[in-house]
């Protein structure tokens, strides 16, 4: 038996099931019957850059675009080379007939794995299994899915959607990024997904921006019911204009009549009052996407930090289900084995586990049990009691797990919802009143803040006494700006430009999500504001140049997008033959006219002649090739300096206190200036701080 693996821990789990493997000195682990277990480490081989298929491209030009290879080819990474090379030589000593590909179960997984087959020149595809398993492996599922692994050939469909997403990727990539490059004279990069998120965030903050706020005033009302003790609080009641409560104009005769009318003191008669019973049924199992979103918004850690953490709580703690995975439900036959984690957990977890009704974990619910809304993996959830031995932020994660995995066998949330209109001299007023019935699933301190003040019992013909009469003046509000849970809502359930029936097909995996935010990060095309994402500099003026070209700014309207999404799933070789087919026709029609303008951060302190200018790893003096040496890295001791702390440099102000690590590895604290006499950023210290970090330099 011949095992290969994406990750080393997945490896170590299957010595650990199978028993009698050692290790040997190359890396990999064999028994004494010849079987071998060696493990890849994420992709080990990547696309030939263009001038890997002609060195004249390595120069950039628009003269040589579109450059679409007559076939794709790959060669090892080189920082990973070592590890694909044990991997052919454990190929070339083992045999590898009985052969299980174990690399993680979904589409990428499935691609790093045919990629390294090819690259050894497997020939034993007929007699080839597939290791594909969502719960943690244990000795027992390694087994288990050893035993009832399927023929490689069912998954056939993940390989052929996995090169064709990475091949399309590749032609829009290099061809619009040389485009667009060569065109604005500044580094700039496009991907089919990257650009249309950017283009949402994009329009989002432009809209922001030219958002003009609009006055609207209301009059509202505080009213008590008359000789009813117990409910002496008053209650707040708004006017109706209409079918509306707020007018547009603060001259309106109908607010300037009620505010010489309507006044502390005086009466009102209940009209109507109206209750009705409503229900929240429990959420649905977290999908990673869920669970990103929860763990941004409660206990703001990026995408990236999440899925991160889930994967450590599965690989090495071995307490939580394969974490990538789409789906929030668990299949039909999933039943036995979302009992016994609930047996084994709510003794743990008795707290959690308060309400819950084992009756709900049935067949019948569907909410949980569907295999007919299964996709690739079952919904996360817990495996095992939490070690003890667990980080902080990876007791977050679990616990975010493990309480929705006790909420969904809870009682519906249940309220009253009642709408009373009460009148006066021909006004009428209404008021809403939330009142819960059954928390339920909820926690009575987490409501998600929608109860409203306790209504009296209140009846048609009651009579309200007005407390205060008041005419507030307020405005409208633009969206928020897009965050971390926001923007995965977006990915998740994209919406395009016009209106559509049917729901449009997600832009990316649930793997890929968080790294397309984070990448967007690292090519300085968004900001992070505390805990909104916002345009820069760099990515506005890279969507306002896509968006100038027409062939350009289809590409990254959001319906294109997801109708790319759409066809991958569907059919990858039409996918790939279509961005085939845009990148031959479409590319040399593109013309770019815009060209990148540097921002100015201020007068050369060096030379005093040239201006500073942001580079890619250091800002420069626009007279460097009169020979002015000015320079100021972008990166010093772990702190990254900003435009803005480049221009205080300049100007010979400090930046603020940054946090660095010094050469001997001890974390300080320190403002950085700018020597001109040495030409270099020295620190900056207090008295206090001089005196206990000087010494470690």
């Known amino acids: 038996m011949f095992i290969l693996t994406e990750k080393a821990s997945v490896a170590q789990a299957m010595v650990d099931a199978l028993g009698g493997f050692a290790r040997e000195k190359g890396g990999w682990y064999a028994n004494s019957t010849g079987d071998c277990i060696v493990a890849a480490q994420g992709h080990l081989l990547e696309l030939y850059e263009p001038e890997d298929y002609d060195p004249s491209l390595k120069t950039w030009s628009l003269d040589s675009l579109p450059i679409i290879p007559s076939q794709f080819r790959y060669k090892p990474i080189a920082a990973n080379a070592a590890i694909l090379k044990r991997i052919r030589h454990c190929f070339d000593t083992y045999d590898s007939t009985d052969f299980i590909l174990a690399t993680d179960a979904e589409r990428e997984g499935e691609l790093i794995g045919a990629l390294i087959l090819d690259y050894v020149h497997f020939r034993h595809y007929d007699t080839a299994r597939r290791f594909w398993v969502s719960e943690a492996l244990t000795p027992e599922v390694v087994r288990r899915g050893i035993q009832d692994a399927k023929p490689l050939s069912h998954y056939t469909a993940y390989k052929e959607a996995g090169y064709a997403r990475q091949q399309a990727d590749w032609l829009l990539g290099m061809n619009c990024s040389r485009l667009l490059t060569c065109s604005a004279r500044k580094l700039l990069t496009f991907g089919r997904v990257q650009s249309a998120i950017l283009g949402a965030i994009y329009l989002r903050d432009k809209g922001i921006a030219n958002f003009k706020p609009v006055p609207y005033w209301q009059f509202q009302i505080e009213a008590k019911l008359c000789n009813v003790a117990q409910f002496s609080e008053p209650f707040s009641m708004l006017m109706l204009f209409g079918e509306g409560d707020r007018v547009a104009d603060r001259s309106d005769s109908n607010l300037r009549a009620a505010e010489k009318t309507i006044a502390q003191g005086a009466t009102l008669t209940t009209e109507s009052v109206t209750s009705e019973e409503k229900k929240e049924n429990p959420p649905q199992l977290f999908n990673i996407t869920g669970l990103q979103k929860h763990c941004s918004e409660r206990f703001k850690l990026t995408p990236a930090k999440t899925l991160e953490i889930a994967q450590q709580l599965y690989e090495e703690l071995k307490c939580l289900s394969y974490p990538r995975t789409p789906s929030v439900v668990l299949g039909d036959e999933n039943i036995d084995v979302f009992k016994e984690k609930y047996n084994l957990l709510s003794k743990a977890y008795t707290k959690l586990a308060e309400g819950c009704d084992e009756t709900n974990i049935s067949a019948e619910n569907k909410r949980i049990f569907n295999s007919k809304k299964l996709q690739d993996h079952h919904a996360l959830i817990p495996l095992a009691v939490l070690p003890a031995s667990a980080t902080e932020e990876q007791k977050q994660v679990y616990f975010a797990v493990a309480e929705r995995f006790f909420q969904t066998i809870k009682r519906p949330f249940i309220y009253k919802q009642t709408k009373i209109i009460a009148t006066k001299d021909g006004y009428r007023f209404h008021a809403e009143g939330r009142t819960v019935i059954d928390y339920g699933w909820k926690d009575k301190d987490d409501t998600d803040g929608k109860e409203s003040a306790s209504l009296p019992p209140i009846s048609q013909g009651d009579t309200l006494t007005i407390t205060k009469a008041a005419t507030l003046q307020k405005e409208t509000q633009p969206k928020k700006h897009f965050t971390n849970a926001s923007v995965l809502s977006l990915m998740e359930n994209p919406k395009g430009e016009t209106e559509h029936t049917e729901k449009l097909a997600g832009l990316g995996t649930p793997a890929t999500r968080a790294e397309i935010i984070e990448s967007l990060k690292r090519r300085n095309y968004i900001k992070q504001e505390k805990q909104s994402l916002v345009i820069t500099e760099l990515g506005t003026f890279l969507i306002e140049t896509i968006l100038e070209v027409p062939e350009l700014k289809k ?118 200036s700018y020597s001109t006499a040495e030409n270099k950023v020295t620190f900056a210290f207090d008295k206090a701080q001089k005196r206990a970090t000087l010494h470690t330099f």
Not at 597 to 618: H, I, N, R, T, Y
Not at 656 to 664: E, V
């Open 555 to 672: 590409l990254i309207a959001i319906s294109t997008t997801t109708a790319w999404e759409q066809q991958l799933q569907d059919s990858p070789a039409s996918f790939l033959s279509g961005i085939t087919s845009f990148t031959r026709e479409e590319v040399p029609k593109m013309r770019v006219t815009r060209e990148w303008q540097p921002k100015d951060l201020g007068a050369c302190p060096l030379c005093s002649k040239g201006k500073v200018f942001e580079g890619k790893k250091a800002y420069f003096c626009s007279e460097y090739k009169s020979g002015c040496k000015f320079i100021i890295w972008k990166s010093m001791n772990g702190a990254n300096i900003t435009p803005a702390d480049a221009t205080l440099l300049a100007s010979g102000k400090q930046t603020r206190p940054k946090k660095m690590t010094s050469k001997a590895g001890k974390e300080f604290t320190a403002r950085l």
